[in-house]
């Protein structure tokens, strides 16, 4: 499984990114797509989760009601929308997938993309 996160960048308070993740190296009928991301000092943490075949959804409390994954079966792509930014999301923010269900801890991802890093400014 190969896995290409793009979209990071500086945005101010308040402001809105896309993340975008490219999927790739097999189907992925029975995967969970998931964002993590990582703080400078802190632990890598789950944020937001997909089912791939309905499209389930799962997210942190942190990021819920501002934050909203989705995929594209037809590209092999999963988003991740990031609305009403705070400084506290500044982080390297992580697309992973497992095979049968949204991963919610790093432990079970097997299956890691390259960071993409989000600043947000005050």
């Known amino acids: 499984v190969q896995l290409q996160a793009s979209g990071g960048g500086l945005v101010q308070a308040g402001g809105s990114l896309r993340l975008s993740c490219a999927a790739s190296g097999r189907t992925f009928s029975n995967y969970g797509m998931s964002w993590f991301r990582q703080a400078p000092g802190k632990e890598r943490e789950f944020i937001a989760g997909i089912t791939w075949n309905w499209a389930s959804t799962n997210y942190a409390d942190s990021v819920k009601g501002r934050f909203t994954i989705s995929r594209d079966k037809v590209n092999s792509m999963v988003y991740l929308q990031m609305n009403s930014l705070k400084t506290e999301d500044t982080a390297v923010y992580y697309c992973?997938?497992?095979?049968?269900?949204?991963?919610?801890?790093?432990?079970?991802?097997?299956?890691w993309g390259q960071g993409t890093l989000v600043t947000v400014s005050s």
């Open positions: 992973a997938a497992r095979n049968g269900g949204i991963a919610t801890k790093t432990t079970e991802v097997k299956d």
